[in-house]
């Protein structure tokens, strides 16, 4: 008798064979080990997901109503440029900080203004 396989049994599923017991059992099998992978995501963030959170409120309290380029503020706070654009990313998404075109299509960096 052949080994009843995870393929095999949605195989059955999908073309409308019979659903013999084997089939049902490797289902189910199949099923709980989905519902347990999907319930073990920590809602934890991780030590890199804190250490970022960290780093773009770092760049966040560095932001002025004065817009800077991605780089200066980079080199300011001795970070790659890559990392920087990712933290002003978030923060413009947030709404927290606003994302305008300087001379020569340069991305320019400030905190919002109150109106």
Known sequence: MEKMTYTKALEAVLTGAEMTEEVVEKLQALKASLEKRAGSKSAKPT??????????ETVFAALTEVPV?????ATALGVSGQKMSAALSKLVKAGRAVKTEGEKKVSMFSLPVEE
Not at 47 to 56: D, I, L
């Open 47 to 56: 030590k890199a997901q804190r250490e970022a959170a960290e780093f773009t």
């Open 69 to 73: 380029r991605c780089g200066e503020l």
